[in-house]
């Protein structure tokens, strides 16, 4: 064995495979069909159990316990006393048939001293496991995990370096994956879908809700884009797996809410006999578009092609003769339909989002009726625009919620941006202006505008909605007022404000703040975390660091 050393104590096996510049020290032991790279140290009692194979320049470090169907990739630091363990219900009778099964810990990762592993477990690339750590879980790419069980802290370089744990972007990215907030449970009609929120009295999700797991695939494939890491896109794959197998009906649109309480049920919107939106199936047409372009055209084929339904049920099924679409189809009618009761329940000018689906699905098909239909959502936006620059929301009132006058701007700014319409950014600017207007001296924002005058009860994803929308107009030098800049620094230290901060499982997430009409709504929320988490990224790039602004992966 050229270049090997090895301790006259150690008990190495003759069908042991070695590689060149490998150390074994006193009283390890190598079993049978063992591989070890090259350039490894093995410590004083350390044990590599049967068929265990090791990548080059690994250091396993003294009495640390490798068993069966373990994988340890390349540069994977092993501390003292750690244990990989391999059988999940462990008996002394019996010895369990484990072929086939194999657990890996991946390329530069680090386990501290005396953790234990569970079996099944991998230990993502670069991740960092805490000395005396219990790990039952995976452990994401440069993930940062601790404790008993462990759990998921924060994130690390390649190089090792902590980043900054109190950064609100890599906290809310952390709730995400961490808090329960997407469906992990093995039910099959369950699993992957992403709950509206979580309510912290009564300790409950409420409801599985199509639309927001959309936003959930699209915001995962942004998370990929900008923190490179394979866990988004396994989470993201897993939300498009449910919203393909539960979510989408046979007429082509997404059901809307799976209710998991009674107390929250509302017929309308339930999965069983609920309406089907124009809004729903459109954010869960975009969210599939971002992840089939991320996995590749023959990966993804899956994603295109129901991305393809959602686009053809809007544009068969709730098209309307003018051109528009009609927000809803209703199950139990078997016709697409109105109300004017509410802002979602209309033809309004939050349509102009539907643009984002609409315009991408136009992109990668070339289907001209897509982006057809994108401009006259566009264009009818800008005819409910009144003077002072905002969106009329309901007509019924001629009332302006914020939020969905976000939406508007949200559309015509991709419209703009994407397809150089550049007829859409006067609109904007003036709707902008309407927004910063109306920001109070804390950086807060009202609700809702109604009859003159506006009720300031805020919300956390209007916060994050205008900070977005201002950081990109401030990136390609669409500022429409000379003050905007401290308007906006004021607003996300307000938006930071509302992020959950306790320590516990919840830590990150976004509170909600206030229904329309005041009441209290403390519970942490899933689009208003998304939001907030692309808003206070892109604050930081397009404003702070003046980055070049992209609008790819639109939340």
């Known amino acids: 064995m050229k270049g090997i050393t090895i301790h006259p104590t150690a008990i190495v096996s003759e069908q042991a495979e070695i590689g060149e510049g490998t150390q074994v020290w006193a009283y390890a032991q190598v079993r049978e069909w063992a591989k070890i790279g090259r350039h490894c140290i093995i410590g004083n009692g350390a044990y590599i159990d049967k068929g265990v194979k090791i990548g080059d320049r690994c250091n396993i470090h003294n009495k640390a316990l490798l068993y069966r169907n373990l994988i340890v990739e390349e540069e994977v630091f092993i501390g003292p006393g750690v244990c990989f363990t391999n059988d999940p219900l462990p008996r002394s009778n019996r010895i369990r048939n484990l072929e086939g099964l194999e657990w890996r810990i991946r390329k530069g990762a680090s386990v501290g001293a005396n953790s234990t592993i569970l079996p099944g477990v991998t230990v993502g690339q670069y991740a960092m496991v805490g000395a005396g750590s219990l790990v039952s879980r995976d452990v994401p790419d440069c993930g940062l995990v601790y404790g008993v069980p462990a759990r998921l802290q924060g994130f690390v370089s390649p190089e090792g370096e902590l980043m900054d744990r109190r950064d609100p972007v890599l906290l809310t990215a952390r709730w995400l994956l961490d808090s329960g907030i997407q469906d992990l449970s093995g039910e099959a ?229 994407i397809l150089k319409e550049d007829q859409y950014l006067p609109p904007i600017r003036k709707g902008m202006k309407w927004l910063l207007d109306s920001t109070a001296e804390d950086g807060s924002l009202p609700s809702v505008y109604r009859k003159g005058e506006f009720a300031r009860f805020e919300r956390s994803d209007v916060a994050a909605q205008v900070l977005r929308m201002g950081a990109l107009l401030s990136g390609i030098g669409e500022a429409p007022a000379q003050t905007m800049a401290g308007t906006l620094k004021k607003i996300q230290q307000h938006l930071c404000a509302c992020q959950f901060r306790q320590e516990d499982s919840q830590k990150g997430g976004f509170l909600y703040g206030y229904s329309v009409e005041g009441k209290p709504l403390r519970h942490l929320n899933s689009w208003c975390s998304m939001f907030a988490l692309q808003a206070l990224w892109m604050y930081e790039e397009f404003v702070e660091k003046k980055r070049p602004v992209t609008l790819e992966n639109f939340i």
């Open 189 to 417: 009609d369950k699993r992957g879908g992403v709950h509206a929120w979580y309510e912290r009295e009564g300790n409950f999700y409420p409801f599985l809700y199509s639309e927001i797991t959309g936003y959930a695939m699209t915001t995962f494939v942004f998370l990929d884009r900008v923190f490179p890491n394979s866990v988004w896109m396994g989470r993201a794959e897993l939300a498009a797996q449910w919203l393909i197998q539960n979510a989408f009906h046979e007429a082509g649109g997404v059901k809307s809410r799976d209710y998991l309480v009674e107390r929250a049920f509302v017929e309308s919107y339930a999965f069983t006999q609920g309406r089907l939106f124009a809004f729903d199936t459109a954010m869960v047409g975009y969210g599939l578009l971002q992840l089939y372009q991320r996995k590749g055209a023959e990966e993804g084929r899956i994603y295109l092609r129901y991305a393809e339904r959602a686009a053809d049920f809007l544009k068969r099924t709730l098209k309307k003769s003018d051109g528009r679409v009609y927000p809803y189809f209703d199950l139990k009618t078997g016709a697409s339909g109105e109300e004017f009761d509410k802002w979602s329940n209309q033809t309004g000018s939050f349509h102009a989002k539907l643009a984002l689906f609409l315009i991408d699905h136009y992109r990668l098909t070339g289907d001209p009726s897509s982006r057809e239909l994108a401009l006259k959502l566009l264009d009818y936006a800008l005819s409910l625009q009144a003077q002072d620059g905002r969106f009329i929301t309901s007509l019924k009132d001629e009332s302006t919620e914020l939020h969905p006058h976000c939406y508007t701007l949200e559309g015509l700014l991709y419209g703009a941006l």
